[in-house]
């Protein structure tokens, strides 16, 4: 809101000074409060374009600004070395911007950026052959506040789960149940993990739909669903998988060895070819991939997103090559690659469950810490990055557990909104008094949320929605530490602003916002 305002006063200084040509520049909020509420490296980016000294620039900048500007935003502007501009906004501006979250309520931190755009995400589809386990629950919960994200950025969403239910994986698991179920030694790579004793099914298909119906269930209590359940199968049925496969052939792209149809990947980079087609005329998941995005592309989205787990990472390269020589848009096509968690207890790592003697499922991290938890931490670390999942902190009832704070200062908030009888400020006076520094950081935090929604739907970042939830916490505290709320109009009214955007980042989280706890 108020770094749009920003930016639109630079755009208009930027014409003013003769740069033409759009420069990528960040408006942000500086290190350290004396820098002021935002500062901005235009100048930086810019000085080279206009062969100007930095420091020149944001002198010509800031002229203009104030020009165009006149006082009514900006209270003051500095230039520092090596050119960056630091604004800081007028008191007046942000009081009055506060209304605006209570009108919104619900709606404030949404936006239109993405109105007219449809997105399709992919995400956890997980093999049907066996407990999820902790990385699709991170994955699982990386998809859904992704999903909310774009939502909330405006964009049309579509969510899908991909299931292998066609090949090896699925024949070994019916070999592998037919075999504990006669009491004979597992096949050589097969599954022999306890939960093979309580698959339901006497057919393959049967099996199947046992494991995916405890996968579906899972999820639904992780509070995420999908808008369509996508089978491998369909696509073999339809045959879209030797259509995709003849596709490539009449490109002259494929070559036949040994009976093998293989693809000419290492041409194109990968460190070596493919095969499409075995010997014994199946085709690989490969192939089927290629057929099942091909077949995304053709439903009309402008842009797909796929988010798989750290051992694909090697085969996001092949994948795109394959499509960008069947003539799709392959800028469209995002992959994300979900890194692992290891699960600890304090400083000590975990990696068997106590009551099987095998990997930590899914199942058992949400029954020992709780959905909330579980959601708050698989998404409080960057998706790029391994995150490390410490049990006991989860299932604090302290302010050491960020998602416990934040919760805590949800309901803390509605406790004191319950104990007064005044919400709304008699007067615009009352809220042109909010002049204490606490009031002040508190102000500018509630109305920096539209903007951190949107640059995290942008960058596929939903650990930036925990932090911010962390630091508006934190801010909220401190501000009630210092400023006496009860019988204060315009104070009620930014208690109860913290309340709707703290609520808000809950929801956009997926975790219940408490009001009594």
């Known amino acids: 809101m108020l770094q749009a305002k920003i930016e639109s006063l630079l755009a208009a200084a930027l014409s003013r000074v003769g740069l033409g040509e759009p420069i990528e520049y960040r408006v942000e909020v500086p290190p350290r409060k004396e820098l002021g509420d935002f500062a901005s490296n235009i100048a930086i980016l810019g000085a080279r374009q206009v062969k100007q000294n930095p420091l020149t620039l944001a002198a010509r900048l800031v002229e ?96 899908e789960f991909y299931i292998n239910n066609v090949g090896t994986q699925v024949e070994t698991l019916e070999a592998s149940v037919r075999a504990r179920r006669a009491g004979r030694d597992i096949p050589e790579g097969g599954y022999g993990g ?17 494991l995916l119906g405890e996968q579906q269930r899972i999820l639904a209590e992780l509070g995420v669903a999908f808008d369509r359940w996508f089978q491998e199968s369909e696509l073999h049925a ?31 980079g990968d460190d070596k070819n493919r095969v499409l087609v075995r010997e014994d005329g199946r085709p690989t998941y490969f192939a089927a991939d290629i057929a099942y995005h091909l077949d995304k592309f053709s439903r009309g989205f402008d842009r797909l997103i796929n988010i798989w787990g750290t051992d694909h990472h090697g085969y996001v390269g092949r994948l795109k090559a394959a499509l960008k020589i069947l003539g799709l848009p392959v800028e469209s096509f995002e992959i994300i690659i979900g890194q692992l968690v290891t699960l600890y207890r304090g400083d000590e790592p975990i990696r068997m469950s106590k009551r099987t003697g095998e990997m930590i499922t899914l199942q058992e991290v949400m029954a020992e810490t709780g959905v909330d938890a579980t959601r708050f931490f698989f998404a409080a670390t960057d998706v790029n990055s391994h995150l490390d999942f410490d049990l006991e902190l989860a299932k604090k009832k302290s302010a050491d557990n960020p998602v416990y704070y934040l919760q805590y200062g949800h309901a803390r908030i509605c406790s004191i909104l319950r104990k007064s009888e005044i ?48 630091e508006l916490a934190i801010t909220f505290h401190h501000f009630y530490e210092k400023c006496r709320v009860l019988g204060h109009p315009g104070r009620l009214v930014l208690v109860d602003s913290s309340r709707i955007v703290l609520r808000n980042v809950l929801e956009l989280l997926g975790i219940t916002a408490p009001e009594k706890m």
Do not use: C
């Not at 699709?136 to 950025?153: E, N, T, Y």
């Not at 698959?199 to 739909?209: A, H, P, Y």
């Not at 339809?238 to 149809?261: C, H, S």
């Open 238 to 268: 339809a045959g879209k998988v030797m259509g995709a496969v003849q596709k490539l052939r009449d490109l002259g792209v494929t070559f036949e060895e040994n009976g093998a149809t293989w693809f000419k990947s290492q041409a194109l």
């Open 423 to 470: 919400l709304n400020p008699k007067s615009e006076n009352d809220l042109l008094g909010l002049t204490d520094p606490a009031e002040r950081e508190l102000m500018l935090k509630l109305l920096a949320w539209p903007r951190l929604v949107e640059e995290a739907a942008k960058l596929r970042q939903p650990h930036r929605v925990t932090e911010y939830g962390k």
């Open 64 to 159: 203009k600004v104030k020009e165009i500007d006149q006082g009514e935003t900006i209270a003051k502007i500095d230039v520092v070395k090596p050119g960056f501009i630091n604004f800081s906004i007028n008191d007046k501006i942000i009081q009055r911007s506060i209304p605006e979250i209570v009108k919104q309520d619900h709606d404030w931190g949404k936006g239109n950026s993405g109105i007219g755009s449809r997105v399709l995400l992919e995400f956890v589809s997980a093999n049907p052959t066996g407990p999820l386990h902790v990385g699709h629950g991170r994955w699982a919960v990386i998809g859904d506040v992704i999903a909310r994200l774009l939502k909330a950025a405006g964009y049309q969403v579509a969510t």
């Open 194 to 210: 306890e939960y093979i004793k309580e698959v339901k099914g006497e057919t393959r298909e049967e099996m199947l739909r046992s």
